[in-house]
Each structure stands twice: as structure tokens, then as C-alpha cells.
């Protein structure tokens, strides 16, 4: 057990009487907790956001896929270092991803990389914007619409993320959000699908809910719908809705205190011969998910040593991501990549840590977390 662990989500009554209201009514599921947490978590990302809530990060990004009809023959380029769901979405529409090595400074894909993984078979572009540090959007955006090229930006740790002002997600065509338990809220699971498109919101709702021509609020028979297309079941249900709601009005709060430890544990980290990743440009503001220090040089091959010494002083470490996509037995045997075209990926992956910055710790945790790191380098120095 850690007494310092790397994530914990942040309930409070507050959140716990909003379930509570729920339980004690009769509306579990197509209810206006649903509804009211999409309307709020839009005006939090601004101007312009559509928004619908969802099972999962990964059925967001699933329905974005559907809804835009790809397909066998069609490739997506994506990160070789991401989530294997950022993937697994692609896979599941029967397109071919198409893995990119990430910058080493951010972990995040570049306008440079995707143009060079181009080919006439691309359709789309995955963008992850890697432990939610900002990806340069501006170069990135006007090369997708050059080459007519959907852009679906995976935001799933990137909840505050801002590039110029402009949060993430409301870039591209579509922005996908997970409310897993060490995210920046919670709902238990949970995702949500952003589109800047009215309709594409519209229509992915009812796909998300078995293609039906209406909700029960809209039906004027009981029981009385249409399917007029095919669809899935990737509703969110009323509780977890309710704790989206309490969730995101205290995330004012809790970004400021993320941004609070990243900073106090990087300027504690200097000199200590790790990089960390973080946004290069002043008008990319980092969400502050996690500190990602990559060890360099000698260092690399004692990651795993380090970190179990790291646990054992009693500090939660996690690792983004513990294989480059290319190197994970489904892809490599499936597709047969050469995990050598991915040496920042295999880096990041290999000779990286995850420190935790999460509102559940203050100033004293970061303290503690540096010196133990610093103290493991030293050890294998």
C-alpha cells in the first residue's frame, strides 16, 4: 500500500447526496441528469461545444468512426503511443491504424509526422494530446483540412487543456472525454462525445442509444419510437450523470490544485536528469493529469528498478504507456510493425515514470516525491 497514491478520485458528500437523489427517485436511465450534465460540461469547454454523454472515452471514439462511415481500406493515423483504446476504436470499424512516432518533448503527434504517414487511403487523423499536454493545433488543423481528412481529437486525460485560449476537443470534427475514477472527475465510467457540428451530435445521440427517432420525453405514446438506423447501447445512466454534474462544477478548483503540484514538483526536479513532458509553447496550457519524467541516457534501463523503489518508499507511480502500440501482441501480430520506426515512443515507454500531481496531495507530497526520485537516481547513478 502507498501512502502517497497516484490517483484518488475526489468524493464528497456533495457528490454522493446528487447519487443518492437519484437512487431515491425512478428515473436511472434517459432522465435529465443526462441531459443537464452534457448542458454543463459544454459551457465548461465553451463556445461552440455539443455534447453527449456516453458509456466510455473509447465508445465516443467507436461512434465517431460509425458516424463518419470508415471502414476496410480506409487507414487512420494514429500516436504509437497512446491507450490501446485509441486503437481498439479504429480496429472495431475494420480501418487500419496507422502509427506515428511522437515528439519527444511533448508525446504528442506533429503536424511534420502525420503528413509524412499520409497516403490515399487515409481518412482520418486520431490526435491524442498525450497526458493532456496540448498538441500544436493550429498546424495540425489546416494540414487535415488541405487533405480533407477527418480530425478526432482523444481528450481522455485532457479535461482544461487549452491551446490559445481554445480547449481541446474543439478543434477537430469530434473531441472524445473519459470520466475514469483517476481522471480529472469522475463518474465511475463514463465518457463524453464533443462535436463543434450540431447534427453530428444529434445523430450520434441516437446512435449511442440503439438508433431510435426519439427519447422518452419526446415520445407522445409511451413506448412509441422508430428505428430508422442502426445503433448501439453506449448510454450513461442517471448516477453516473449526477456525479458528472457535482464533478465538473468543482473543476475550477481542481485544476488550479494539479497545476499548483506540477509546477512545485518540476521546479523540485530540476537538474535531476529526467525530462519532463510538458507543453513548449505558451499558448498551450497543460491539463496537469500527471508528471511524466522520462529518464535519459544511462538511466533508461534502471526505470523499473527505480520505481520499485519509488513504491516502496511508500509513493503510487504509474506508467504512459507500458508498451508502444506497435510492440503490443495484438498489433505486432497482426500487422507486423517494426517497433524499431518508434524510438520515442519505445522511450517514453520504456524509461518513463508517472508522478502524481492529483488535488488528493499539497505542497509536502511533492516534497516527498522528489527527494525519493532523487534519491533513487542517485542509487543508480
Not at 447526496?17 to 425512478?26: E, I, N, P, T
Amino acid at each position: 500500500m502507498t501512502d502517497i497514491p497516484f490517483g484518488r478520485p475526489d468524493i464528497t458528500d456533495v457528490d454522493r447526496a446528487a447519487v443518492m437523489r437519484v437512487l431515491s427517485g425512478h428515473i436511472l436511465t434517459h432522465g435529465p441528469e443526462c441531459k443537464g450534465f452534457e448542458t454543463e460540461f459544454a459551457a465548461f469547454l465553451g463556445a461552440g461545444a455539443h455534447c453527449v454523454s456516453v458509456s466510455s472515452c473509447m465508445a465516443a471514439l467507436h461512434l465517431a468512426y460509425v458516424e463518419f462511415k470508415l471502414g476496410p481500406g480506409d487507414e487512420v493515423i494514429a500516436p504509437a503511443c497512446t491507450h490501446v483504446a485509441t486503437v481498439h476504436a479504429i480496429e472495431w470499424v475494420g480501418a487500419r491504424p496507422v502509427l506515428v512516432d511522437p515528439d519527444p518533448a511533448t508525446g504528442n503527434l506533429t503536424a511534420a509526422g502525420i503528413e509524412a504517414a499520409l497516403t490515399p487511403r487515409t481518412r482520418a487523423v486520431s490526435l491524442v494530446h498525450f497526458v493532456g499536454i496540448p498538441a500544436e493545433m493550429d498546424e495540425i488543423v489546416a494540414l487535415c483540412e488541405r487533405h480533407g481528412l477527418r480530425l478526432v481529437e482523444d481528450c481522455a486525460i485532457a479535461i482544461g487543456a487549452r491551446y490559445k485560449g481554445r480547449h481541446v476537443g474543439l478543434f477537430g470534427d469530434v473531441g472524445t472525454f473519459s470520466f475514469y475514477p483517476v481522471k480529472h472527475i469522475t463518474t465511475g465510467e463514463g465518457g463524453m462525445f464533443l462535436s463543434r457540428h450540431a447534427e453530428v451530435a444529434r445523430t450520434v445521440a441516437r446512435l449511442r442509444a440503439f438508433g431510435v427517432d426519439r427519447t422518452h420525453s419526446e415520445r407522445s405514446i409511451p413506448g412509441m419510437y422508430e428505428v430508422p438506423s442502426l445503433g448501439l447501447n453506449y448510454r450513461m445512466s442517471e448516477m453516473q450523470a449526477a456525479l458528472g454534474r457535482t464533478q465538473t462544477a468543482k473543476l475550477p478548483a481542481l485544476l488550479a490544485a494539479r497545476r499548483a503540484n506540477f509546477e512545485a514538483l518540476r521546479a523540485r526536479l530540476a537538474g535531476s536528469g529526467v525530462r519532463v513532458l510538458d507543453s513548449q509553447t505558451a499558448h498551450a496550457v497543460n491539463s496537469h493529469y500527471c508528471l511524466v519524467a522520462v529518464l535519459e541516457g544511462k538511466l533508461g534501463p534502471h526505470r523499473n528498478a527505480i520505481i520499485g523503489e519509488l513504491n516502496a518508499a511508500g509513493i503510487g507511480t504509474s506508467i504512459y504507456y507500458p508498451q508502444p502500440v506497435p510492440r503490443m501482441k495484438y498489433y505486432l501480430d497482426k500487422y507486423g510493425y517494426d517497433a524499431g520506426k518508434y524510438p520515442v515512443a519505445t522511450e517514453i515507454s520504456d524509461c518513463s515514470i508517472a508522478l502524481p500531481v492529483g488535488p488528493h496531495l499539497g505542497g509536502a507530497e511533492m516534497e516527498r516525491i522528489a527527494a525519493g526520485l532523487k534519491a533513487a537516481i542517485a542509487s543508480h547513478s
